[in-house]
């Protein structure tokens, strides 16, 4: 929203502050705001009074005038509108407009010596007809700037949704006025009392007010200057009196009107759902299919305008319109926002609606627009009806002190909260143990609960006035956030990089792995396509693979730490990706990292359809299945056309049980190293072996060094296992004799457990 400073300055005092001044304040304490300057480029031109209009000797369609500029110049113009004693203004010879240079032209034996602008030429319509023609008196020569007011200072203001009271002039002159102690201008406007006859119905509940001013007699015209400028410097371009009138009280007091030509209505107005197959022309030209949806203003035989969004083009007030109705109403928010959004139709009706507005103070606003209109049109009120079936109660909120000290660390001043809250428009009664507020219709949007009133009572004071305090007590993590972080820190030192995915996706990626489609739907999706919920990390993973090898990345090494979802609930998971290592390897690094968080695992074979089938297991925690890790399948490398081996990890973070970390004393004598090769049936998990050789005092670690297999060799269902055991002892150094004693029990005790011989 933009807000010119000198309209601001018509209901605060800003004397003495700078427009940096205060779009600083308001940004700190309030809204995001900038400080613009409103203006053209215009150089040479001037303000001039038609002193004299006669026809041109030789072209009928032009006109010759004497101009006062301070001299009188003699200029020659298409306009056959222009007479005796309008003001003007005039582009002299060298001035520019724009990209345009003015001089001295020759039309058939007659010179001008300049050209008179339209507001088209000089940028502030779209389009316009005629010279612009100026009401207000200014001395001869006076220079465009000052006349059409460039160079003011404009506040541009970039409103939050819950701030819907901030898009006004009085509004934000309000807010103004309590963020710098300044006294607000309170407007006093002629009222007008409900009389005549003007049949209004309201069958929708979403229309919560409906106010109808019948006014005829009006003249239908160009609007004075003074009111055009403040449009054209909030970006708004004139229409006519009556519409320009409804604009300019909108930017300034923040209600939305519509005036319709009362003689294009037939029948009782009527505030309903629209019928299904319904069509309205809106003001824009542009045609719009209706929906029940909507909410539509309408007669016995037509709609009329979509309710708080846009007017019908058959309605619109023109030239030739006598009479008005002019309507102030109140519609749901939320109802103008689905309704505009069905329709792809935003207005700065609309924006006002959808962010709530003044209901109880819509008859003022309206009234205000009233008496511009008899001011600037003409006319006389006929009839005035305003249908409001449940006025609004204000909210009562008590804040009590204690809670203030609770949320903002000191004591709440009782008069300086007082002030405060008043200067923002509520009412406020101090009582013993706290404020009692009651919150304006035009805040009831956003102003809930006593914790907003401490936003307000702090925002206002400035929250870098609060005093700093260090924290006594440490804050401790959550052992899952913990878990989490020492799961990144793991993987990123050994090279991984992390990747963030959106949780959603299509069905196509889950049926090329051969894995369960996710069936969680999402209502609003971003792409139609990806409307689902991930219920794995895999699929993500994969295409972040490829489109790192789009970009010809070779060395591809990924993990993301995420959320799936399932008709029961969510769950975290661990996902790792990897086309940089072995089998073994990345094997090792999965063990590695469960054993760096104190996670005791086991492993057994597994037959998931998106893995080779030979080169996949699934992780086990206590007989219960955590993940899975494998090779990518080869018919899916093939699909999707890789050019190496792809392998890929899954972890269920939820079923992680870290045990706590233990302290165990380390030895300062050498370590004994011994291999040793046991065979073993192919189903036995490796894993169990690991468990039960870490048993033992002193082995400190043990490697994996190889696993074959050999029919012919080994016979039928059996595998070859190499162990290298680093072997040490608390007590003093391992004789070769103690290494062979310890190993040879150990791989006894392997046999009475497992089965397994030795090699």
Known sequence: MKAPLSWLAEFVDLKGLSPEEIAQGLTLRSVETSVGVWEQSVDGVVFGKVLKVEDHPQKQELKVCKVDVGNVVQVITRDKEIKEGDGVLVALPGARVGDRVISKRDFSGVVSEGMLLSAQELGLEDSSQGVLVIEEKFSPGTPAKEVLGFGEYVLE????????DLLSILGL?????????????????????????????????DCKRYRAVLIEGVQVKPSPLWLRRRLWQCGIKGINNVVD????????????????????????????????????????GVEKELSEENLVIADSEKVLALGGVVGGLESGVREHTKSILLEGAYFEPFRVRRS????????????????????????????????????????????VRDLYPKPYEPKRIFLSFGKFKRYAGEELDPEGGLKVLQKLGFDVRVQNCGLEVLVPAFRSFDVQGDADIVEELLRVKGYDSLRAERLLVPSKPKVKDKLEREIRNFLKARGFFEVLNFSFEGKRPYETLGLKSPTLEVINPLIKEE???????????INSYLRNRRKFIQQIALFEVGKVFFEEGEGKRLGILSNMHTLQEFRGLVSDLLHSVGVLHTSQGSKLSFLHPNLQIILMVEEEEIGFLGVLNPLLERELDLKEKVLIAELDLDRLKPKRAQYVPFSN?????RDITLVMDKGLSVDKLIMHIRKLEEVEDLKVVSVW?????????????????FLRS???????????RLVFGLVEDLKREFGVSLR
Not at 175 to 197: C, M, N, R, V, Y
Not at 531 to 541: A, D, G, Q
């Open 531 to 541: 409307r689902f919920l991930r219920t794995s990390l895999v699929p993500s993973l």
């Open 245 to 284: 009138i409804t604009n300019y009280v909108m930017l300034e007091r923040g209600q939305p009107l519509h005036a319709f030509d009362w003689e294009k209505i037939e029948g009782p107005v009527v505030i309903r759902r629209a019928k299904k197959g319904e069509k309205i022309n809106t003001l824009m």
């Open 340 to 383: 505009a959004r069905s329709l792809g139709v935003q207005t700065e009706s609309s924006y006002r609606f959808e962010r709530n507005v003044d209901i109880q103070s819509l008859e003022k606003h309206q009234d205000r627009a009233v008496g511009l209109i008899l001011q600037l049109a003409g006319g006389e009120v006929r009839a």
């Open 669 to 673: 004598y050498p370590p004994v190293v």
């Open 709 to 725: 297999t050999n029919e012919r060799v080994l016979g039928e269902g059996k595998k070859s296992v190499s162990f290298r055991l």
């Open 173 to 205: 002159a309000r807010e103004i006025s309590a963020l710098f102690d300044l006294p607000l201008k309170e407007p006093q406007d002629k009222t007008f009392e409900d009389f005549g006859s003007v049949e209004v119905h309201i069958e929708d509940p």
């Open 730 to 740: 608390l007590k003093g150094s391992l004789s070769d004799e103690e290494a062979n």
């Open 157 to 164: 203001v970039e409103i939050t949704p819950n701030r819907g």
